[in-house]
């Protein structure tokens, strides 16, 4: 029999809709009927991707002993994290606090009627094993507490909530604007520097994730000291670590080499096995990272990665309407990685004997396996490396690769796929959209940015709320719903700008102006500073939530100061880059404290204090799109490109970034400001390619 969940659109939250558990979706519904009934409320929180979920629903949310302790004493909600980030935002924070900063998915949180939190943790087996307590014993102190110790968890439950809201309300740090420097960045770099792994790439030991915001910072500060020719990048002292986290990325099994795609995170210390979860959030910041350190180094490598990568994402992710689904899961038939892992004899019999040994000496796949007896595909160097060891041609030997590839790929689409997690959440698709914009420019690829625009179209009209201008956080099959968060409106208004820069249509960079005034009026705190997570007007939580520390994606605080900063550069308003000003000095503790923890802050506020580059493009359409790649192909952090409009000006552009800047002679010319002085127009598409091509393009 179905439970209520079975109403919801969800993916996650049907997945649960069969469990004997009568799980509520959060709703007031839910939360009365604790109150009126005086029970405590299991909080459940996890996502479709997440693995030990899935475990925790086959052991315990579908045995019935536990589904009828569950309802004969408790009020279930189960809520999905990507759906409700919020709420998972809360909660976590509240686990942690108690757990000393312990925390994961599946949350798994003990709330009273007053939705305060006593106690909390992650995955439970459904009896004591493996070192953890059994979920049935966990329900059964719980229950004893709540009924024979109710003061002591009603004034443990009131600490927690009381600290959240002070976490959330917490004094500025002195000496803000005295640390707010270009310095700061080297400061951070070094940090890295002391965290990274200089034998197998990443910061840390096992399990490694991509950090891609540490490694933005990392390119930052290669800029900023211009080591000389391309050719010498990757021996730089910062491109060192940059170039050596994304080849091992790129070589290991945390890469599908057939499919395309970065998995979530890689088990190990040399990016062999992944947690085979696809998360569009991961491949959207990677890319950005790839794709600047293709500009920094031009290496094939990189500019492959980022190819396959994007046609996975339009081949398997994106949704009839345009938009990018959220993820797939690691899990297929019921088993982790079933649907990307290999023996020999499996790839002889689709490759034949000869080039099936190859394949299996290249990719390191052997008849013991590298993963619970099966073989994850990973490379140990480059092809090119390794045809020149075999004294092959090395374009003969990668299109004969690549040949076996294509065939083992069509082999594995047989296989049953990893469930699909199809919702639509504007957030991961403003990362997203911005990469594939930059993509379609640097790699020369049209249907890359058609993507992007027609990916950003989808949020900005299926989407939009019935005021006109505020967005929805989540869609799916044609129903939108649940107010847009920070992390929506943040990472969608950066995509608007830089589809600007792409496309010269001045609608994309109004509606980033209408939404970061929407964002200031409601999320804004004008007496702390900073940004709220949600909005004013929308359902209010035990504490507000602000967030300035990255997790797996930029904190929405972050990611507003650049996005922010990027406006007042070409809208001029002095709001802009006072609202960001004042979110960027809520950080700096944040910042010298755990350096790795808030590398989109770190590069936010270089696009405030570092010289920036204003350029802008007078061109016909026909010239602009091919002057526009070259731009985008040699790397700047902090560039900002302005369309000079045909007719009779954008109001959203800064008069004075106009002002005097036409074609000369009737032929496509280009304006470079930069460090607060202009350099002579660039006049004719030949000079234009000539100068952002010189000293470190992707373009020959």
């Known amino acids: 029999m179905s439970n209520r969940l079975s109403c919801e659109s969800s993916p996650y939250l049907l997945q649960h809709a069969e469990n004997p558990v009568d799980w509520y979706p959060w709703s007031e519904e839910a939360l009365e009927k604790a109150k009126v009934e005086n029970k405590p409320i299991f909080l459940s929180i996890g996502y479709s991707a997440c693995h030990w979920c899935h475990v925790m629903e086959h052991e315990s949310f579908e045995n019935p002993e536990i589904a009828r302790v569950l309802n004969e004493n408790f009020v279930s909600i189960k809520v999905d994290r990507e759906e409700r980030p919020d709420i998972d935002q809360v909660y976590m924070q509240a686990v942690m606090a108690l757990r000393r900063g312990q925390g994961g998915w599946p949350l798994s949180a003990f709330l009273t009627p007053d939705q305060d939190v006593f106690f909390g943790g992650t995955y439970w087996p459904p009896s004591d094993s493996r070192g953890l307590p059994g979920f049935q014993r966990v329900l059964a102190g719980v229950l004893d507490a709540f009924r024979n110790r109710r003061d002591e968890v009603d004034l443990q439950s009131r600490k927690v909530t009381r600290y959240l809201n002070e976490v959330a309300n917490g004094e500025e740090p002195d000496r803000a604007d005295e640390m707010l420097k270009p310095a700061l960045v080297e400061q951070v770099g070094e940090a890295l520097e002391r965290m990274f792994d200089f034998q197998h790439g990443g910061f840390g030991r096992a399990p490694k994730f991509p950090h891609s915001m540490d490694l933005q910072v990392l390119m930052r500060l290669e800029f900023q000291e ?24 790129a070589l290991g099994g945390i890469y599908d080499h057939l499919g395309g795609g970065f998995a979530r995170y890689s088990v190990d210390e040399q990016w062999l096995v992944p947690h085979f979860e696809k998360m569009l959030y991961d491949n959207g910041l990677l890319m950005d990272a790839y794709l600047d350190a293709l500009s920094l180094t031009g290496k094939r490598l990189y500019a492959d990665r980022a190819t396959e990568t994007f046609d996975y994402q339009i081949r398997q992710m994106t949704d009839p309407g345009g938009a990018y689904h959220s993820t797939e899961d690691a899990d297929s038939e019921g088993v982790e990685g ?10 002889h019999e689709v490759l034949g004997p000869d080039r099936g040994e190859l394949f299996c000496q290249v990719y390191g796949v052997t008849r013991n396996g590298n993963f619970e007896g099966s073989n994850v595909l990973n490379l140990k160097k480059e092809l090119e490396e390794c045809a020149w060891e075999r004294s092959e041609d090395p374009a003969a030997f990668c299109a004969s690769l690549a040949t076996c590839r294509s065939e083992l790929f069509s082999a594995r689409q047989q296989r049953i796929r990893p469930g699909k997690d199809d919702k639509i959440l504007t957030g991961w698709n403003g990362l997203m959209i911005q990469a594939m914009a930059r993509g379609g420019m640097i790699l020369q690829r049209p249907d890359y940015l058609e993507s992007a625009v027609a990916a950003a179209t989808f ?11 505020g967005l929805f956080h989540t869609s799916r099959q044609g129903v939108a719903k649940i107010d847009a968060y920070l992390d929506d409106y943040s990472y969608f208004i950066n995509a608007l700008v830089t589809l600007y820069e792409a496309t010269a249509e001045p609608s994309w960079l109004q509606r980033a102006v209408e939404l970061a005034d929407l964002v200031i009026r409601e ?26 520390q990255d997790s797996s994606v930029p904190s929405g605080n972050s990611m507003m100061v650049t996005a922010l900063a990027r406006l007042f550069r070409l809208n001029g308003r002095q709001e802009f880059r006072e609202v960001a000003w004042g979110t960027a000095r809520k950080s700096l503790e944040l910042i010298l404290r755990s350096p790795t923890a808030a590398g989109q802050m770190v590069c936010g506020i270089d696009r405030l204090v570092a010289p920036s580059q204003e350029v802008v493009v007078c061109a016909s359409p026909e010239d602009r799109t091919e002057i526009v790649s070259a731009i985008f192909a040699r790397y700047h952090p902090n560039r900002n490109i302005a369309h000079a409009p045909s007719d009779s000006g ?9 002002a005097g800047k036409s074609m000369v002679n009737g032929k496509p010319t280009v304006y470079i400001c930069e460090g607060y002085r202009c350099s002579a127009p660039l006049v004719g598409i030949s ?11 992707a373009i020959g």
């Open 226 to 249: 211009k080591p000389g020719p391309e050719s010498a990048r990757e021996k730089s002292r910062w491109m060192k670590m940059v170039c050596l986290h994304l080849d091992k990325m």
């Open 338 to 347: 079933k649907h990307y892992v290999w023996s020999v004899e499996a790839i």
């Open 459 to 469: 949020i900005d009209s299926r989407m939009r709320q019935p005021d006109g201008i």
């Open 523 to 548: 999320f804004h705190d004008p007496v702390q500073g900073g940004f709220f997570f949600a909005a004013r007007s929308t359902e209010q939580l035990i504490a507000p939530s602000k967030e300035f």
């Open 650 to 658: 954008n109001p959203f552009l800064a008069p004075e970034l106009l």
């Open 687 to 697: 000079a234009i390619r000539d100068h952002f091509s010189d000293n470190g393009s």
